[in-house]
């Protein structure tokens, strides 16, 4: 028994284990990702099996009105994780519970975002990259409830749908009763693949239909408006942001172009374009040395930064490599001033974790000034650019950082049930939100874990991350 506990100790500190504050350098982060990933599985397995989140605290399921009453997003969002970090065992059961029990007959609205982004994407990726079957047929079989969401006059989606009627309807906030852009924005990827996989042009036509919309509209100083009303095809407010309500939109544009093998010109010119008016009106340099980039309400700027917002370090450096007039190492020095100035956000807090939003404005640098935007829930933009340029640029301080991120998630947000958010990242003591995101598991994780691991593992040449970081393969999708 002795020497049975001694070899036990012996192996675990060379191969390192992730014990809560028991972080130690010599450890292999890559591993650290790994146990962090079987820690929130476990969790969710034990106590919120089936349901679409974890509450970690309280140890029960949480449901999200985001997608109706379909279940199992923290399951069908986590597969390709599990997939790459090569948790066989637990696969296997989320492969069975999608089989058994993974049910669309639901009489109620979803995000035709979210779902499309987590659901559709999710059970692309698990088809790609294990082949069975079970996760095309599902994916198609979603798509399929999704198409009513395009029955408008412009063919401009819907943000809500109900899929068993097929009523669809926006946000009561949206501005004008639009449509938004990151939401009817960011399909096209999902919709190319299915239409790949299930033979029939009618996804692909969806959004093509879209960007063909958005080609024929004015765009304020070359900028996309928010919000766009989907019976009128005018613009709502003229609100211009790469973080919420726009983001995403920005990144498929750019990978749309990468994911046709480098074919899709109008994507192509459309990216390129977008980045030359996002850099004229909305990025600037703090007094301090900080890049970061600003919202546009109608031609006046709102020095504000959202965490979301961060992701775009990464889409700067990963679209470098096409940009127009010898701009290539502009774009990735762009990138590598936006993975600065957001681990700056991180930095200038108690807990290293960074928050919802951060001001450059009265005399603050990358810092929250209002409560309601000191949150952190979990959100793994800043770590997938620090992903973007490590892999781009191979400079050791992104590695750094990730793992900076990970002692602070593991300090502050691992509790027993599992990972929590945090309420305020600007004080001393934890104040969990009591919501392990199911985006947590499929891109959090699933980023520091290629952060840290070789960069043959999902190869950019081959394969493009939808927004929820759902791998899709590069090539051979020629719908335009
Ligand atoms: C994810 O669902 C996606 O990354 C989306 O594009 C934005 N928000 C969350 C994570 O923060």
Known sequence: TILLLLLA?????????CCGFLLNQHYNPAFVSLQMMKHAWDNYKRYAWGLNELKPISKQGHSSNLFGNIQGATIVDALDTLYIM???EEFKE??????????????????VFEVNIRFVGGLLSAYYLSGEEVFRKKAVELGEKLLPAF???TGIPWALLNIKSGIGRNWPWASGGSSILAEFGTLHLEFVHLSHLSGNPVFAEKVMNIRKVLNRLDKPEGLYPNYLNPSSGQWGQHHVSIGGLGDSFYEYLLKAWLMSDKTDEDAKKMYYDAVQAIETHLIRKSSGGLTYIAEWKGGLLEHKMGHLTCFAGGMFALGADGAPSDKTGHHIELGAEIARTCHESYDRTRMKLGPEAFRFDGGVEAIATR?????????PEVIETYMYMWRLTHDPKYREWGWEAVEALEKHCRVDGGYSGIRDVYINHENHDDVQQSFFLSETLKYLYLLFSEDDLLPFEHWVFNTEAHPLPLGHMIWF
Do not use: C, H
């Open 151 to 153: 029955n408008t006059p």
């Open 371 to 379: 409560q309601n935007e000191k949150y952190y829930i979990l959100r």
């Open 94 to 111: 989320a492969k069975e519970w999608v089989e058994k029990s993974l049910d669309f007959s639901v009489n109620a609205d979803v995000s």
């Open 86 to 88: 090569e948790m066989k």
């Open 9 to 17: 100790v012996l192996k675990y500190s060379q191969v390192g284990v």
